[in-house]
Structures are given as structure tokens and as C-alpha cells.
């Protein structure tokens, strides 16, 4: 007999595996605005852009069911937004110079 799917064995442990990416990105922005709050506010930028970076690459190669709420939209409008946003993010950071 096969075992029931994890979905139904343990409805928490599924909910928070379908959202560890979703999870990974929020923790990487968190750190981001930990870093801009200590200070090193162009560190914390890039990790922050560096995240929705992740993000967009995690919406691109994880199928829909493993990405969890980072699908909001059609996949193609989810990773050009989210890859432009991040890419501005970065861009931004390192284009200004230090004082």
C-alpha cells in the first residue's frame, strides 16, 4: 500500500516546505535591512537586490507547486519584474559613489 502524500500525513510541515523559497528571499531581505540599520547601507542593498535576484531564479527553474507564493503572476511576468527589480537594486547600489 503507498503512503498517503505529505500534504495529508503532515499539513504543516508541507505548508512550510512549499514556502522555504519564499521563506530564503524574506530572510535575505531581513539581512539586507539589518545591514542598512547597522550602517553599511550599500551591503545592505545588494543583499537585498541580490535576494529578489534568488527570487526570480527560484520562480524561473522551481516548478509551480515548489515555489510557493513567489508565483503571483505568470511565470514570464514574475521573473522580468522581479530579476529587473533586483537588477536596478544592485545597479543602484554600487553606481553611487562613496563619500
Known amino acids: 500500500m503507498a503512503r498517503a502524500p505529505l500534504h495529508t500525513r503532515r499539513p504543516v510541515l508541507a505548508g512550510v516546505l512549499r514556502q522555504l523559497p ?3 528571499v524574506l530572510l535575505m531581505v531581513v539581512a539586507g535591512l539589518l545591514a542598512v540599520t547597522a550602517g553599511t547601507w550599500r551591503l545592505g542593498l545588494v543583499v ?3 535576494g529578489l535576484l534568488a527570487a526570480a531564479v ?3 527553474v522551481l516548478p509551480v507547486r515548489r515555489v510557493g507564493f513567489l508565483a503571483v503572476r505568470s511565470q514570464t ?3 522580468v519584474l522581479t530579476l529587473g527589480a533586483g537588477l536596478v537594486l544592485v545597479a543602484t ?3 553611487i559613489p562613496s563619500v
Open 58 to 60: 527560484a520562480r524561473m
Open 48 to 50: 537585498m537586490g541580490v
Open 77 to 79: 511576468t514574475d521573473v
Open 22 to 24: 519564499l521563506t530564503v
Open 93 to 95: 547600489a554600487l553606481a
